[in-house]
């Protein structure tokens, strides 16, 4: 989470209801820093809930950033938060599984990532409605390309391999049959591979202008060559199948046997490796006339979602080959890999939902999203067994971020990001802060005189739920 730098939203001189002022952001992350340090001091690890901060913060980030209208900031946008919302899936994914065995344990990790994403979207004002919307279906749409291009590598990638294999099955030597059915198959591919390279190749644009007519005739006879070779060869596919469906394939084949081998034997390499090359040509040629055109006919949603894409597909298969090393549990990883996003969407979903639904109000989600958090971290220190003092503690910082949270969204609505209001902020952050120690001080002194008279009213689990109850109380009054 960051408390500085560039401000990754844009908001107004005056009346804009982004996010809160920085100095009340400030006080509401200290709180949530404090409760995090607390709760992994108590474990015996003190970054244990700040550990994954990192994660959080880049997919706040990303989805700031996927609001943006320029293609950079889109693409950085969909890098930033697809990845790190993965990984924070999967986190979540394992808590829901620590959570048969520990609930304790799962509610104080999902407490301390949501507050932890509260903080770092009220800082960048990237948790409302729209900026949902908009991180769900552009990343969506960025996914679904992904998918798309993975189907495409790997039917290439079969389809080079069996060609490959095919090749050198006629190079070392076949029978007349496959010899006659591999040598035909391999000019089918190698025919229609140059016909598309021929098409996406800028030949008579380049050449001179007196000789455009005469290289246009002249490549247009070149493809219609082409394309009878392929009906040629394809048709002699399916006249030797017949044959050999009447039985009369082997017979017709044996005088022709050696020179149909020897040919095959000849040409299997070239023929693929013709293929092969056609359809690098093509794709290159594509890309750089896509690249100097540019993309006018495409909206930049589109096209930062199919840059996003690409990217994926790449680290994808450059961190393959070391998760194969693992054996069974990184092969296991990379089937699972590409259906993580499907979480990060229903969450996004289950957002949209709270939002139109009115669980999650609109001007103080963040602040909203920051309390839930504390007070889930509450409720499962009181589970997990820490003192009541820590349940307290966080239950009372939901309520002071709540209040210092809202107070400074109240500002910025009326006053903007321009004008100087740090002591104000500070004033009343500095109250809020007092009234919550205050009454974890009374809470405190309460619990202790209950255990000097061995009261079992009172446990820490029981008086987090009671002070849960305040709180969703003065919640709604604030309301």
Not at 222 to 248: C, D, E, N, Q, Y
Request: include cysteine; charge should be positive.
């Amino acid at each position: 989470m960051a408390i500085g730098g560039t401000r990754l939203d844009t908001p107004s001189a005056v009346g804009d209801e982004g996010r809160p002022r920085g100095a009340s952001l400030t006080v509401v992350a200290v709180v949530v820093v404090a409760i995090l340090a607390a709760a992994g001091y108590l474990v015996g690890r003190p970054l244990a809930f700040t550990t994954f901060g990192l994660f959080v913060g880049l997919t706040s980030a990303g989805m700031a950033l996927l609001s943006r209208d320029r293609l950079q900031p889109k693409v950085l946008g969909h890098l930033l938060f697809l990845p790190a919302a993965v990984v924070l899936a999967a986190l979540v994914g394992a808590s829901g599984l620590v959570a048969l065995a520990s609930p304790a344990v799962a509610t104080l990790v999902a407490g301390a990532l949501v507050a932890m994403f509260g903080v770092a979207a009220g800082w960048n004002d990237a948790f409302d409605r729209p900026t949902v919307t908009t991180t769900l279906v552009q990343s969506g749409l960025s996914y679904l390309f992904f998918l798309v291009w993975l189907i495409v590598l790997a039917f290439v990638a079969g389809l080079g391999l069996l060609g490959w294999e095919l090749a050198g099955s006629l190079a070392r030597g076949a029978g007349p049959v496959a010899a006659f059915f591999g040598l035909f198959e391999l000019l089918g591919v190698a025919a229609p591979c140059l016909y598309v390279a021929v098409r996406a190749l800028p030949t008579v644009e380049l050449a001179p202008a007196h000789r455009r007519s005469t290289a246009r005739a002249r490549y247009g006879r070149l493809k219609s060559a082409l394309l009878r070779v392929t009906l040629v060869a394809w048709g002699a596919v399916i006249l030797g199948l017949v044959g050999l469906a009447a039985g009369v394939g082997q017979a017709l084949l044996s005088p022709v046997g050696g020179p149909i081998t020897l040919l095959a034997q000849v040409t299997a390499i070239p023929l693929l490796a013709v293929a092969a090359l056609a359809l690098l040509a093509a794709v290159l040629a594509w890309a750089v006339r896509r690249t100097t055109a540019g993309f006018e006919s495409l909206s930049t949603r589109t096209v930062g979602a199919a840059v996003a894409a690409v990217c994926y597909s790449l680290a994808l298969f450059v961190v393959a080959p070391a998760l194969l090393r693992l054996g069974y549990v990184g092969a296991t990883a990379i089937l699972v890999v590409p259906v993580l996003p499907l979480l990060v969407y229903v969450g996004l979903v289950a957002v949209l939902l709270g939002f139109y639904t009115g669980v999650l109000p609109g001007r103080a989600a963040t602040s909203a999203v920051v309390a839930a958090g504390l007070v889930a971290m509450g409720l499962g220190g009181a589970l997990y067994g820490f003192p009541s003092l820590f349940v307290f503690a966080a239950v009372a910082g939901g309520l002071v971020v709540w209040d210092v949270g809202t107070f400074g969204l109240g500002v910025t609505a009326e006053l903007g990001h321009l004008p100087e209001t740090r002591r104000l902020e500070l004033y009343h952050g500095v109250v809020a802060v007092g009234v919550g120690l205050v009454g974890i001080a009374g809470l405190t002194v309460l619990d202790l005189a209950r255990r000097s008279v061995g009261s079992a009213v009172g446990s820490p689990t029981t008086m987090g739920i009671a002070v849960l109850g305040v709180v969703l109380v003065a919640i709604g009054l604030r309301g």
